[in-house]
């Protein structure tokens, strides 16, 4: 039962990774036929956004009121409908209208679906399966090429992204089972275990009473993980945004290359994250949280090496890849035992709220920076939020340090 429901998981998180990259690979065709500027794909992002922050939210109350399995399975289907809306949407005010329950789904099913793992399996597990996340984005770029290729249109492509959560959520739905029964018999890497007497106990923490978020702000540590968490995601997605125009403007690099080069950054999550699963049970994720923040500031110093070399720049940005891979995973796989098994649920969904709030506005603001100052801040900025993670991170550190020992 505990490797069934793991390989349902699995199929899961790539599922969570097919809607995510679906807007930016067909907004080219999307917005000539819509008849609207191209600007307006981040109108539709961030209400998607918005929508995902306010479902991730209240994920804490939805999970303790339905369960893991059953939000996860009613999230997949919310998202499967908005992908449906999107495939018989012919306006833009449309779009925006599917794009609330597409945010709304989304935010539940990450929340809801990282706690469980968190609680339930080992730090590798957390890794794979934001390796799996990655293979879902890379996907459906390809899925939608192959119909806007083939004469099918955009609206093809969403509509077989849309059958395929469907399938998922049957697949979910018969499964629901499964996630009362599933014990956690590898919850705790080797590190973690010498590091605590955790009691192993039933996978979900339904019992005690939902924190308000007030409440949850009150928590000690909670203002440096949300710092750290909004940070990363500042990082992740301003370093994925604007690398190609970085190696075009300041590197000299062709738009062809940098182009293609510019994916170096996402394979380096993604390859990073497949590694780390191998020894993250052995380090622990305070560790993994370090290693990466140490790569990270390594790739960027290589990004702004003044040379006219352009694979040190191209290493820098691997490199930059491969620091943020285990960051995220162990953050969230850190929460049960930074915070108590019974608020993880709570604080992943603010964390993840945060996350997304970072992801919404931190890489418009360098835009807006670069189009007024110069794109040659962009490893500046990357590095003023790496200091900030690193700091928070390890205030983070203290504190549950100082509360094992009291």
């Not at 934001?130 to 770029?141: D, E, I, M, R, Y």
């Not at 052995?282 to 390594?298: A, E, P």
């Not at 019974?342 to 964390?351: D, F, L, R, T």
Request: hydrophobic share 50%.
């Amino acid at each position: 039962m505990y490797s069934l429901l793991l390989a349902i998981i699995y199929i899961a998180f790539i599922s969570l990774g097919l809607p995510d990259s679906l807007v930016g690979s067909a907004w080219p065709i999307m917005h000539t036929e819509l008849n609207v500027p191209v600007s307006y794909a981040g109108i539709i992002t961030m209400t998607i956004a918005a929508g995902t922050i306010v479902s991730s939210i209240f994920s804490d109350k939805l999970t303790r009121k339905l369960g893991t399995g059953m939000v996860t399975t009613l999230s997949v289907l919310t998202t499967a409908i908005a992908l449906f809306g999107f495939s018989i949407s012919h306006s833009f005010f449309a779009l925006i209208l599917w794009a609330i329950p597409y945010g709304l789904g989304a935010g539940a099913v990450d929340a809801a679906l990282n706690n469980y793992v968190a609680l339930n399996y080992a730090s590798r597990h957390m890794n794979w399966l934001h390796c799996f996340w990655g293979v879902g984005a890379a996907l459906s770029p390809y899925i939608m090429s192959y119909y806007l290729t083939n004469g099918q249109g955009w609206n093809t492509g969403y509509r077989t992204i849309g059958l395929l959560q469907i399938a998922l959520t049957f697949v979910l739905f018969i499964s629901l089972p499964l996630w009362k029964q599933n014990k956690r018999p590898d919850r705790l890497s080797t590190t973690e275990k010498n590091e605590t007497t955790e009691k192993i106990e039933p996978a979900e923490i339904t019992e005690s009473k939902a924190l308000s978020f007030k409440e949850i702000l009150r928590l000690r540590g909670i203002k440096a993980i949300l710092l750290a968490f909004f940070s990363y995601s500042a990082i992740e997605q301003t370093a994925g945004l604007w690398a190609s125009s970085f190696l075009v403007q300041i590197k000299d690099i062709t738009p062809e290359i940098a182009a293609s080069f510019g994916s170096f950054f996402f394979l380096g999550i993604t390859f990073g994250r497949f590694i780390c699963g191998f020894v993250a049970d052995y380090l622990g994720d305070k560790q993994l949280i370090r290693i990466g923040t140490g790569i990270l500031f390594i790739g960027v110093i290589l990004l702004a090496f003044p040379t006219t070399i352009s694979q040190v720049a191209l290493a820098g940005l691997l490199i930059i890849g491969v620091g943020c891979a285990p960051i995220y995973p162990a953050i969230i796989h850190a929460t049960p035992t930074n915070f108590g098994k019974e608020h993880s649920q709570a604080v992943i969904g603010i964390q993840m709220a945060f996350a997304y709030v970072g992801t919404t506005f931190m890489p418009p603001l360098f835009g807006f920076i670069a189009a007024k100052l110069t794109i040659g801040l962009y490893p500046l900025y990357l590095i003023i939020f790496v200091g900030i993670m690193f700091v928070a991170t390890e205030s983070l550190n203290k504190i549950v340090k100082e509360r094992t020992h009291s």
